[in-house]
């Protein structure tokens, strides 16, 4: 089963892998984090661990169905000159639900719409019924498109590599989820600014689908920016609230 181990390619690609799912995992965790920010912290934990919890059950079990995978990728049928394959329409799919999630959310924050309190256990529980589907939907676009690029970089036989991969990511995403699903909450500027990283992300899986391939490079790279200089501005603001008030000087003597 672990064939390769005593070649150095097979380890260059195990850690190449690792890398890219914890990249790609970084999409699943903001969106895990934006859909459970209106939860109590105990459904909270909760939503995020089972969200997790089946992106890994969904990564691996793709891994296994390796045949129906790559038959997602042959084309079904043409429209205007372009093959439709069962990959573009998930990835088209998925793509617009996010587009629209993060819209949605946007609105809401800027214009000040917060929904109502839960009010009782049944309608909690429908909240996070709803939450849950939608993240598992979510978690089969972006598992779909991490398990095809995998299949392409690891030969079938070395299915190992693939599965060590993603455990790797999926469990980066535990142990970062909870602290980054906090931090975006409670900064509704960060807050803002994953939406616009979700919208983007959607963008990219609807150009994927069309035959457009933006490089993930393009995404990912103006969003680090703007994330550091949104953490600089988040730094200096609290160096001002904790800053000490200036003494007053005191009133000049009179004779």
């Given at each position: 089963?672990?064939?390769?181990?005593?070649?150095?390619?097979?380890?260059?690609?195990?850690?190449?892998?690792?890398?890219?799912?914890?990249?790609?995992?970084?999409?699943?965790?903001?969106?895990?984090?934006?859909?459970?920010?209106?939860?109590?912290?105990?459904?909270?934990?909760?939503?995020?661990?089972?969200?997790?919890?089946?992106?890994?059950?969904?990564?691996?079990?793709?891994?296994?169905?390796?045949?129906?995978?790559?038959?997602?990728?042959?084309?079904?049928?043409?429209?205007?000159?372009?093959?439709?394959?069962?990959?573009q329409l998930v990835l088209a799919a998925g793509g617009a639900f996010l587009i629209a999630k993060a819209?949605?959310?946007?609105?809401?924050?800027?214009?000040?719409?917060?929904?109502?309190?839960?009010?009782?256990?049944?309608?909690?529980?429908?909240?996070?019924?709803?939450?849950?589907?939608?993240?598992?939907?979510?978690?089969?676009?972006?598992?779909?498109?991490?398990?095809?690029?995998?299949?392409?970089?690891?030969?079938?036989?070395?299915?190992?590599?693939?599965?060590?991969?993603?455990?790797?990511?999926?469990?980066?995403?535990?142990?970062?989820?909870?602290?980054?699903?906090?931090?975006?909450?409670?900064?509704?500027?960060?807050?803002?600014?994953?939406?616009?990283?979700?919208?983007l992300i959607g963008v990219m899986l609807v150009a994927d689908a069309v035959g457009r391939h933006i490089?993930?490079?393009?995404?990912?790279?103006?969003?680090?920016?703007?994330?550091?200089?949104?953490?600089?501005?988040?730094?200096?603001?609290?160096?001002?609230?904790?800053?000490?008030?200036?003494?007053?000087?005191?009133?000049?003597?009179?004779?």
């Amino acid at each position: 089963m672990f064939t390769g181990l005593d070649r150095a390619d097979t380890w260059i690609a195990l850690v190449s892998l690792v890398a890219m799912e914890i990249v790609l995992g970084v999409d699943n965790i903001v969106f895990i984090s934006v859909l459970t920010g209106r939860l109590p912290e105990v459904q909270r934990r909760k939503v995020t661990r089972i969200g997790i919890g089946l992106a890994l059950v969904m990564r691996i079990g793709l891994l296994f169905a390796i045949s129906w995978v790559l038959g997602l990728t042959r084309p079904l049928f043409t429209v205007a000159g372009l093959a439709i394959t069962g990959k573009q329409l998930v990835l088209a799919a998925g793509g617009a639900f996010l587009i629209a999630k993060a819209t949605i959310e946007i609105h809401k924050k800027v214009e000040g719409v917060e929904e109502d309190a839960p009010g009782g256990a049944a309608k909690a529980v429908v909240s996070t019924g709803s939450l849950i589907a939608q993240v598992v939907a979510l978690d089969l676009v972006f598992s779909l498109d991490s398990v095809i690029t995998a299949v392409g970089m690891v030969p079938p036989e070395q299915i190992w590599v693939m599965v060590v991969a993603v455990m790797a990511a999926v469990a980066t995403m535990l142990a970062f989820a909870a602290p980054v699903s906090r931090f975006v909450e409670k900064h509704a500027t960060v807050k803002v600014l994953a939406l616009a990283f979700l919208i983007l992300i959607g963008v990219m899986l609807v150009a994927d689908a069309v035959g457009r391939h933006i490089p993930k490079g393009y995404i990912y790279a103006p969003m680090a920016f703007a994330l550091v200089i949104e953490l600089l501005n988040l730094r200096m603001k609290a160096r001002k609230v904790h800053a000490p008030e200036p003494a007053a000087s005191a009133p000049p003597e009179t004779a």
